[in-house]
């Protein structure tokens, strides 16, 4: 029986796993591989920029590895690019990581410049852009759920091994009383 337990508290740790790496896969193939892409650029501490590559018809993210003059990464199609970057106006913060748009079509780099849309004010836009992006509402509302769905799991956890070490004790002290009527 306790072996029985075992294996039923085994088998739900080994569900609990599967369901997260299926929600990580599920999350990976929905943005079209940017947590992956953006996961290896935030470990490799600055080694490595985020690429958002857009293709024809689609948009896909890679981490490219940074040089003296640009950088390098691997494409769709198992190529490597290289892009040498004179300027550094392209690069920008994404995400708490340094991204540069690429288009593959013409093989160059986007600069994140709305002066050229006519009838644009850039530094009015600019503003705008920057106040919703860095508003504290958003980033504060986004952490409090992320707290909350963590503190939700682990108390699912811990009242989950509670059940089972109950469970282990109940089969064991049955054991024991078995015993003892023999």
């Not at 690019?81 to 160059?108: F, K, L, P, S, W």
């Not at 108390?155 to 469970?167: D, H, N, P, R, T």
Request: net charge positive; proline share 3%.
């Amino acid at each position: 029986m306790a072996e029985q337990a075992f294996m039923d508290a085994m088998y739900m740790v080994a569900s609990f796993l599967i369901l997260i790496v299926a929600m990580i896969w599920a999350y990976n193939w929905k943005t079209k591989g940017q947590f992956f892409a953006y996961m290896r650029v935030v470990m490799s501490r600055g080694k490595k920029i985020l690429v958002p590559v857009h293709s024809l018809v689609d948009v896909y993210y890679v981490a490219a590895e940074i040089l003296p003059k640009g950088f390098k990464f691997k494409q769709r199609d198992g190529e490597e690019a290289m892009v040498i970057v004179d300027t550094h106006n392209c690069i920008y913060q994404t995400m708490g990581v340094n991204a540069i748009d690429y288009d593959e079509v013409n093989a160059c780099v986007w600069k994140r410049d709305v002066a050229i849309v006519p009838g644009n004010d850039p530094v009015h836009v600019g503003g705008i852009i920057k106040r919703a992006i860095e508003s504290p509402l958003q980033k504060s509302l986004l952490i409090k759920v992320l707290v909350m769905c963590l503190v939700v799991f682990v108390l699912y956890a811990i009242v989950q091994g509670y059940i089972s070490y109950e469970m282990w004790q109940s089969i064991a002290n049955l054991k024991a009383n078995v015993g003892i009527v023999q």
